[in-house]
């Protein structure tokens, strides 16, 4: 027993404040109302496709990949191989290896939570992370940033996953009519880069972002603009740091 709790001591770093709670959800609240409708929605697309719940929740807990996971739906019904799965993924979600750069610091000083908070970095805990500022409006000072960061990613997660037991339980007695309903993450990470835009100060790596992402759309097609995209946009902001321009 308490070799179990010196591991649980360790992952969890130091006290979780009741502060730090109340604070870390209500910055997560814009993604709860998208991820609880896109969670049902995968639920019910497993349900239709003949997986219960067992299957549904593991993807979410383990996989968590958003439109990814819609993906592996096919790929589950085609029996797609593991070659197959792993290059599709890359494909659909290589792009948050580049969100990770830019956290791989703040990660590191998080000891054991570290490998959940890349594993659970997702496009809507990113662009939160992003725009956090760690206010305590209680004036006493109990906010860590470390703790914000690891219960907005795992209070991202859990609506994420109760959205996907909610859909695989209703998708097992109620058949849905389900088209659209994906469309839902667009419209939530819209919202945030929206708010992001109205909040930052310094707009380059958005401008810069959204020029060369027309570019390849336009040379290379919706298909396979985005890694591209996402490669030369890091590549122009890692040189903007290296002149000094002012990315702050």
């Known amino acids: 027993m308490l ?26 609240i814009p993604v709860l109302l998208g991820y609880i409708f896109l969670g049902i929605a995968f639920g019910l697309l497993m349900s239709d496709s003949g997986y219960g719940l067992l299957l549904s929740s593991m993807c979410s807990i383990f996989i968590y990949a958003g439109s990814m996971q819609f993906v592996l739906i096919g790929l589950f019904l085609e ?5 197959t799965v792993a290059l599709m993924t890359i494909f ?28 659970a970095l997702t496009d809507e805990t990113y662009s939160v992370l992003c725009n956090l500022k760690v206010v305590d409006v209680s004036k006493k000072n109990t906010l860590s940033e470390d703790n914000c960061f690891f219960l907005i990613t795992l209070f991202n997660h859990s609506y994420w996953v109760i959205g996907t037991i909610i859909g695989s339980l209703v998708g097992a007695l109620i058949t849905f009519d389900t088209t659209g309903i994906d469309f839902s993450m667009t ?35 919706p298909d396979r603009f985005l890694l591209p995209a996402l490669f030369l946009s890091a590549c122009v902001l890692v040189m903007g740091r290296s002149f000094k321009w002012d990315m702050e």
């Open 3 to 28: 070799q179990i709790h010196r591991e649980i001591g360790a992952f969890v770093k130091q006290k979780i404040t009741k502060n730090e709670i109340v604070f870390s959800f209500k910055q997560t």
């Open 92 to 119: 659909v979600n290589g792009r948050h290896i580049f969100y990770g750069l830019s956290f791989i610091d703040k990660y590191k000083k998080q000891g054991r939570r570290y490998p959940y908070l890349v594993a």
């Open 187 to 221: 419209a939530l990470f819209t919202v945030i880069v929206v708010n992001q835009w109205l909040e930052m100060k310094n707009h380059f790596p958005a401008i810069c972002g959204a020029i060369i992402g027309i570019i390849s759309l336009l040379l290379l097609g």
């Open 79 to 83: 029996k797609a191989g593991l070659i």
